[in-house]
């Protein structure tokens, strides 16, 4: 049965006036207060009453707290047996969710119950609606503008062990053979019992956890042959390929191993170079999620994209992240940049101007961001870029109408240009000129015996020579320098937030976790901006607004009666016959 309490019910007495003025203005300028007026009405309960019968059953707990309590526990990186003693003990969150009876159902909760309530809002996507409407919630609050923002990823693990190749192979072994011994004992009777005893060591990899270095390469041929045997024996067994731990044998075989032989021959494993291995193999069976980085490392990757103010509008800055999204750690920055401009224009906190790494600003991505009125500050980083002392095509001057070449790096005009059938410019300049010219070693223009031209180009390495001009002078410095901010949010990020080592696995799992630290990093955040001095329009909660009317009306009436004068009062006598 579905428990929701009204926050708008109207009560004439303050709950909290046992409190002094001095503890109660730390709640009110700390996250509590932030949490209380601003957010706690907006959690989106819809959602997850859906899951419970409005009038049958036990009742639920109350369903703002529960919610409510998820998220303060990714903001403050809690375990569930922490998240059981703040909610049962811890007045910051009593003020927070307006807790006002000191009863087991409104103030505890068990870490089984806390377990389900999150599985349900994982199952449900409630992060990404959490995220969002929170957060606007805040921009709107506190007038932030969005006009400008930065992006950047970083990586963050999950709660899995780093596993090399051979370890790998063993845990993926072991796994099997557990959950045979565990679901299907029938069926364990089909493995060797060799192979049983080799695996069935429950310490990390088996009997081969002691293994020296120097003999590692033979033993994880052994355990090649010993994956490509489980796979073959259990082949059409429709209990066994239903496994979750036999999908992971058969895709370590696929991505490490290259079975040869075959069709009359006995089939034999040849293991793959480490650069043959993609890096989207698995990473460890717990976590089939998990992909690899040559830069980072092995987790998922998060592209997080925040507001920023510059310093010389006089206002002080209040930075927050107003998009989320987690990938596979081994996709590449280029495709992250247009989704997160369309779904945060959808919201309505869009940016006119973004500042991103040369990961991101390909010349495909500024284009398309330029259709969308959004103007991207990125290095660019290919095209015919110098080399050496040579000059490249960004020092020349172009006509930026039709990107012809209007000068080359001496100031001389070219004597003739043009544009071929299949797109490219073409350039040729005064052959005597170009002789004498004393940037002759170092122009990119080819001399030949009757004239002197530029090698062809498109329209692509023009704006990439023309963003590359525009790199080298003051304006674009200014501007690009403040893209290092994010750098700080990052850490702030994977240090305060937790974001760094997570514990959950799954790709579910870590969404969810990673996007409701995102947005407890924007309550920390605005905190700290109102601890700070920042005035923000204080909404009071319904229930305070209610009290403050009733108890205007009880003083107003309170003050009338005294203020009249003492009356007699005479009752008429009964008349007696």
Known sequence: MQRIRDRATQYLFDEWQFMGEKRKEL???GWPGIFRRVLLERLPIEQIR????AKQGRPTKELYTMVGAVVVQQMLDLT??????????DARWHYAFDLRWETDADKYVCERTLRGYRKRMVELGLDQVLFERLTEELLEAFEVETGKQRLDSTLIRSNMRHL?????????IRRFLKTLRRNHKEELEKVKGELVERYGK??????????????????????????????????????VEGMASYRSLKRVLSEQCEVVGGEGEESRVRIREPKEVRADSLQNPSDPDATYDKHKGQGYQVQIMETYRDEEEGKRSLDLITYVEVERACASDAGALLPAIEETQERGCGPEEVLADGGYGSDENVQKALEKNVEVVSPANKGMPAQGDRMGLEAFEFEEETGKVSRCPAGERPIRTGCTPSGQYTASFDRETCVVCPLRERCCVKIGTRSAWLKPYTGKKFRLACRRAKEKGEGFREKYRWRAGIEGTMSRYKSQMGAKRLRVRGMGAVRFAA??????????RCAQAVAEG?????????NDSGRESIRFCFQTWLSRLTAQPRRKLYFPLPQTV
């Open 164 to 172: 090399h190749r051979g370890e790998i192979f063993a845990e993926g």
């Open 50 to 53: 859906s899951c419970f019968h």
């Open 202 to 239: 429950e310490e990390k990899g088996g009997c081969f956890s002691c293994v020296k270095p120097s003999e590692m390469k033979r033993k994880v041929e052994k355990m090649g042959e010993d994956l490509l045997w489980l796979v073959e024996r259990f082949r059409g067994n429709g209990v």
């Open 534 to 542: 920042i005035k923000w329009p204080v909404r009071p909660c319904g």
């Open 80 to 89: 569930d047996r922490e998240v059981v003693r703040a909610l049962a003990f």
């Open 515 to 524: 996007r409701l630290k995102a947005l407890g990093l924007n309550i920390l």
């Open 27 to 29: 709640l009110e300028k």
